[in-house]
Each structure stands twice: as structure tokens, then as C-alpha cells.
T-cell receptor, first 115, second 114 residues
């Protein structure tokens, strides 16, 4: 079974400061890991994904995440926050097993960027 | 850029009524999904659909739920007899392939059961 835990339902950062959103996963098989962003009244948009290639993954809008198997973590970072980064961020895991396609989402972290 | 569309954006229905939520996935995608998000809670998987049949479903997806791809472009979720606890945002998603492939999400349908 797969699950993810996102520490911190709300994170506030100042504009220009480092963004760090935490995600820890649990998986009985090698996982695929994803970060999605949700802007108000919109669907989920993929930021980046880890699918067993490079452990440091770069995504859109300057975000990146590092897969650390020893820590079962996949934290999302951005060196310098922008006002437009304010949104809800979801970490998700799926199984690498054939035929197991569904995503298991975390509870989300709402990012607020303070001017 | 191709996108997943969903209609309606908001549906209000009375308890016990049937509702059909509609989705148009991206045209060359082969895998289709429904998820739901109860207000303030996490996004939860309901069902995945591939090759005209359900490939996976969660415990939430009981006999009250059904999915269909009636005409090769639409993908529908039917709830036969709605309950108050079915009130949620329902998201449709589609992907080219399984597991490692990106799932593209629609904007959602907000279902309110009164």
C-alpha cells in the first residue's frame, strides 16, 4: 500500500525567501512520486515527478524536489518565492507495479507568500 | 494546449437523486480516472478505466457509482442515489499511459447534495 504525509497544512514565506514543502511517503514497492499544484477554482497541475531516474527532479516554475530513499522523503523546494506561487500543493505517490495506476494524495499544504 | 474539460462546474441535487458528471479527456489519452475531494480533505481516488473497463477502484466506489465511456470521447461518472456525504469536488483525469505518466486533471465539478 502507498501513502504520503505532508507536514504542515499551512506554510507562509516572504517573497524572495526559500520555499520548502515537506512530503514523506510510504510504499511497499518502488514508488513514483509527484507534486501537483492547485490554484483557486482550478484543477491539479503537475509540477514535477520522480519515476526512478535522477533523484533530483526539476519541474516547472523553478521548483525542484529530491527523492531520498533513506529518508522516504520527496520534499519540494524553490530558492526564491514569488507571489504567484501562492496555492495549494499536493504530494502524491503511485505504485510502479503494472496495472496499479491510481494516485494517493497527501492532505495538501497551502502556501502563502507575504509581500 | 489540450486539456481535460468537465461539465457542469457546479451541480446541486437532492438526496436520493441520480447525477451524471461528465468529462472529456484529452483525445489521445488511454487511461481515465475519477477522484473526489471532500471540502477540507485530501484528494481521494475513486476509479480508473482503461480499454473500456474498470482497471482499479477504491472502497469508496461502491454499487452506487458507475463509469462509462459512451461515445469514445466522453467519460462519465454516475451516482445512482446521492447521499449527503457525496457532496464533494469531483475531478476527472486522463493520461497517455499508466503509473509513471502524468495525469492531467480537469477543473472539477462541485457536487452539492441537499
Amino acid at each position: 500500500a502507498q501513502s504520503v504525509t505532508q507536514l504542515g497544512s499551512h506554510v507562509s514565506v516572504s517573497e524572495g525567501a526559500l520555499v520548502l514543502l515537506r512530503c514523506n511517503y510510504s510504499s511497499s514497492v518502488p514508488p513514483y512520486l509527484f507534486w501537483y499544484v492547485q490554484y483557486p477554482n482550478q484543477g491539479l497541475q503537475l509540477l514535477l515527478k520522480y519515476t526512478s531516474a535522477a533523484t533530483l527532479v526539476k519541474g516547472i516554475n523553478g521548483f525542484e524536489a529530491e527523492f531520498k530513499k533513506s529518508e522516504t522523503s520527496f520534499h519540494l523546494t524553490k530558492p526564491s518565492a514569488h507571489m504567484s506561487d501562492a496555492a495549494e500543493y499536493f504530494c502524491a505517490v503511485s505504485s510502479s507495479l503494472t496495472g496499479a495506476n491510481n494516485l494517493f494524495f497527501g492532505t495538501g499544504t497551502r502556501l502563502t507568500v507575504i509581500p | 494546449e489540450p486539456e481535460v474539460t468537465q461539465t457542469p462546474s457546479h451541480q446541486v441535487t437532492q438526496m436520493g437523486q441520480e447525477v451524471i458528471l461528465r468529462c472529456v479527456p484529452i483525445s489521445n489519452h488511454l487511461y481515465f480516472y475519477w477522484y473526489r475531494q471532500i471540502l477540507g480533505q485530501k484528494v481521494e481516488f475513486l476509479v480508473s478505466f482503461y480499454n473500456n473497463e474498470i482497471s482499479e477502484k477504491s472502497e469508496i466506489f461502491d454499487d452506487q457509482f458507475s463509469v462509462e465511456r459512451p461515445d469514445g470521447s466522453n467519460f462519465t461518472l454516475k451516482i445512482r442515489s446521492t447521499k449527503l456525504e457525496d457532496s464533494a469536488m469531483y475531478f476527472c483525469a486522463s493520461s497517455v499511459g499508466p503509473s509513471s505518466y502524468e495525469q492531467y486533471f480537469g477543473p472539477g465539478t462541485r457536487l452539492t447534495v441537499t
